[in-house]
T-cell receptor, first 112, second 114 residues
Framework: KQEVTQIPAALSVPEGENLVLNCSFT??????LQWFRQDPGKGLTSLLL?????REQTSGRLNASLDKSSGRSTLYIAASQPGDSATYLC???????????FGTGTRLTVIP | EAGVAQSPRYKIIEKRQSVAFWCNPI?????LYWYQQILGQGPKLLIQ????????DSQLPKDRFSAERLKGVDSTLKIQPAKLEDSAVYLC????????????FGEGSRLTVL
């Protein structure tokens, strides 16, 4: 069974810093990986989707990379802002399962 | 483009009572998912529909949970009778294509069982 781990569980950084969130998964047979943002009391907002054939995706200040062979993905946030404060969830689409397996998330706080 | 709509946003019930949640996916999305998110955890799949057929309900506690997707559009998730451990946020998501598509989530329905 696919297991997804996110480290660290919580992170506090001063505004303006660049930061990296980590995601690891146990089974490399995936068809995509998706990063989400979740604000308190809200649903999930899709940030980036990386297909298994891709190495990275970029959207604005966000860059996500995927290394299937090592079972890792990173989400890089450049020039962090207080509005980036949220929980970031990584989810992998497991081949044959047709649904996403989620990590427990990293709670990010950006201090003004 | 309208997103995934869910209602109610919040519900508080006593244990052993019943509750129903409704979801309207993004127009044209054939695949619909219900996830359960317990506080501090990542979402866990309960059931997946492709049009109005069930694709995966292996994680659904069928003794108390049921779901349907009549006409392949709206879906309803029901819990009867509720237990304390059912307190969670119930998230509905939809995708254009099964298996490889990007998932879009609704705001969720937060259930508290007392």
């Amino acid at each position: 069974k696919q297991e997804v781990t996110q480290i660290p569980a919580a992170l506090s950084v001063p505004e303006g810093e660049n930061l990296v969130l980590n995601c690891s998964f146990t089974d490399s047979a995936i068809y995509n990986l998706q990063w989400f943002r979740q604000d308190p009391g809200k649903g999930l907002t899709s940030l980036l989707l990386i297909q298994s054939s891709q190495r990275e995706q970029t959207s604005g200040r966000l860059n996500a990379s995927l290394d299937k062979s090592s079972g890792r993905s990173t989400l890089y946030i450049a020039a962090s802002q207080p509005g980036d404060s949220a929980t970031y969830l990584c989810a992998v689409g497991a081949t044959g399962a047709n649904n996403l397996f989620f990590g427990t998330g990293t709670r990010l706080t950006v201090i003004p | 483009e309208a997103g995934v709509a869910q209602s109610p946003r919040y519900k508080i019930i006593e244990k052993r009572q019943s509750v129903a949640f409704w979801c309207n996916p993004i127009s044209g999305h054939a695949t619909l998912y219900w996830y359960q998110q317990i506080l501090g955890q990542g979402p866990k799949l309960l059931i997946q529909f492709q049009n109005n057929g069930v694709v995966d309900d292996s994680q659904l506690p069928k003794d108390r949970f049921s779901a349907e997707r009549l006409k392949g559009v709206d879906s309803t998730l029901k819990i009867q009778p509720a237990k304390l451990e059912d307190s969670a946020v119930y998230l509905c998501a939809s995708s254009l294509e099964r298996g490889r598509g990007e998932l879009f989530f609704g705001e969720g329905s937060r259930l508290t069982v007392l």
